[in-house]
C-alpha cells in the first residue's frame, strides 16, 4: 500500500482518543477504560470561533466610527485579519496571543463600507473563516471645536482654557459625553482640573490654582464618533497645544500704595504706585492682563465724563496693561510721582514712574496676574477674566462669586 493510501485512511478513522483513563483505578496490567468519540464531535467542541465588534451593519444598523473594530478569537488563535476600506486595508494591532486584533483609533470615516476578514484556527488546528460588512453612520452636522489660548508665544498663567463648540450641546447628557472625550494634561500629566459650561457652545477649563511657569497644556479633544444631538456627530480627534512663560503674580496693596511683583515664586521688585481716589475706587481682586500696549490714548469721554468736567483728561500714556475692559490698567504715570507711595489719586489706573512701567512692561506678557487688596469695591464677574475671584468647587459649580 502506498504512503498516500495510508495518510488517507489515516484521516477517514471514524474514532479519536479523546481521554485515558475516566473513573477507573489502576489496577495490575489493567490500564482501564478509554472513553472514545467522534472526531467531529472533538472538532464541535474545540472550533474556534470568531467575533467582530461592532456588529455588522446588516444586523444592527449603521456603527459609529467612534468604536474600534475589534476581531477576537474564542477556543482558538487569530491566524489572519484584514479591514478594508476605499482607501485601502487600515492598520491595527494583534495581541500577543493572537486571541484578538484592535484597529487603530479613529481609522474608520464616517458614511463608508468595510469589508472584515477575519482567519482562525482551533486547538486542533482545524481552520475557521469570516467575512463581515461594517457601514458607519452619515452625520448631517459635524461638531468641531476652537481653543483658545492658541499655541505661539507663552502666555500668563492665568489665562482659563475655552472651548468653543460649533453646534450647541443642549442636554447634560450630551454635555457629560463630550467631557468624557476632552482630556486636558500638564507637561503630559493628566492635569487636576475641571470643566464649567458657560453656554451651551462654549465650555472653560481651570485648575483649582493657576497654570504652573514654563510649562505645556495640551487638549486632547477626541469627538471623532460622539452623537450630541440626532444627526450631529463629532468630527474628528483634535490636539490643542499652548504654554506659559514664567509665573508672574504682582500683588497690589491699595492701602500701601505699593505692588509687589513675584516671578517664579519670588520677589523680585516692590513698585511705590498711585491707584484709584475716593468716587473712582480700583476694585479689588484678582485680575489678568488683557493687553499689552507701548503707549494708549485715554479719554474721560469713552466713560461719560464731558469735557467741561473737573475730572476730564486726554492723555497718551506708555506701557499699558489693561485688566479689567472697564478702563483699569498698569501703565507709567510721570505726573503722579510725588503721590506714588504715598497716596490714591489717580482714577482707577495703577500708576507708577515711567521706569518702574517700562521695567514692569518688559517683565510682563498677557495673561499675567494682578491680585488687589484694599478696597471696598470688587472685580465683577464680566469685567475681565475674572475666574480665579470665585473658589474652585463654586467655579465649576456655575457661581460667579
Not at 18 to 44: K, M, N, S, Y
Not at 208 to 216: F, L, R
Not at 289 to 315: F, I, K, Q, W
Request: hydrophobic fraction near 35%; glycine fraction near 10%.
Amino acid at each position: 500500500m502506498s504512503r498516500t493510501g495510508r495518510a488517507r485512511r489515516t484521516r477517514a478513522l471514524p474514532w479519536a482518543v479523546a481521554a485515558t483513563v475516566a473513573g477507573v483505578a489502576l489496577t495490575g496490567c489493567g490500564i482501564g477504560q478509554l472513553q472514545l468519540r467522534t472526531a467531529a464531535e472533538v472538532t464541535a467542541q474545540s472550533a474556534a470561533s470568531i467575533a467582530v465588534l461592532p456588529v455588522s451593519a446588516s444586523g444592527s444598523g449603521k456603527v459609529s466610527p467612534g468604536r474600534p473594530v475589534v476581531v477576537t478569537a474564542e477556543s482558538g488563535r487569530l491566524t489572519s485579519v484584514s479591514v478594508m476600506g476605499p482607501e485601502g486595508a487600515i492598520d491595527g494591532r494583534m495581541s500577543p496571543d493572537a486571541t484578538s486584533w484592535t484597529a487603530e483609533a479613529d481609522s474608520l470615516d464616517y458614511g463608508t463600507t468595510y469589508t472584515v476578514a477575519a482567519g482562525a484556527v482551533d486547538r486542533l488546528g482545524v481552520p475557521t473563516e469570516v467575512t463581515q460588512s461594517l457601514e458607519t453612520v452619515t452625520p448631517s452636522k459635524l461638531l468641531t471645536v476652537k481653543v483658545n489660548p492658541t499655541g505661539g508665544e507663552p502666555i500668563g498663567v492665568g489665562i482659563p482654557m475655552k472651548v468653543t463648540f460649533s453646534r450647541p450641546i443642549d442636554t447634560e447628557a450630551a454635555k457629560t459625553k463630550v467631557q468624557e472625550r476632552l482630556t486636558v494634561t500638564v507637561n503630559g500629566e493628566r492635569a487636576a482640573g475641571g470643566w464649567r459650561w458657560e453656554t451651551d457652545t462654549v465650555a472653560y477649563y481651570r485648575l483649582p490654582s493657576y497654570w504652573p511657569g514654563n510649562s505645556t497644556i495640551e487638549l486632547t479633544a477626541a469627538l471623532k464618533g460622539v452623537n450630541v444631538a440626532k444627526g450631529v456627530w463629532g468630527k474628528e480627534t483634535s490636539t490643542h497645544t499652548w504654554t506659559t512663560g514664567d509665573s508672574m503674580v504682582s500683588k497690589v496693596d491699595l492701602k500701601t500704595y505699593t505692588m509687589t511683583v513675584v516671578k517664579n515664586g519670588k520677589v523680585i521688585r516692590t513698585i511705590p504706585i498711585t491707584a484709584g481716589k475716593a468716587g473712582y475706587e480700583t476694585r479689588s481682586g484678582t485680575k489678568v492682563v488683557l493687553t499689552h500696549e507701548t503707549s494708549r490714548r485715554m479719554d474721560a469721554a469713552s466713560g461719560g465724563v464731558e469735557a467741561s468736567d473737573p475730572e476730564y483728561y486726554n492723555l497718551v500714556v506708555q506701557y499699558a496693561m489693561r485688566v479689567t475692559w472697564s478702563g483699569e490698567f498698569l501703565h507709567g504715570a510721570p505726573w503722579s510721582v510725588g503721590s506714588q507711595g504715598e497716596a490714591n489719586v489717580s482714577h482707577g489706573c495703577v500708576g507708577m514712574s515711567l521706569i518702574d512701567a517700562k521695567w514692569l512692561f518688559e517683565q510682563s506678557k498677557i495673561g499675567d496676574v494682578v491680585e488687589f487688596t484694599g478696597s471696598e469695591r470688587t472685580m465683577e464677574w464680566d469685567n475681565g477674566i475674572a475666574d480665579w475671584n470665585v473658589p474652585f468647587d463654586r467655579w465649576m459649580a456655575g457661581e460667579t462669586s
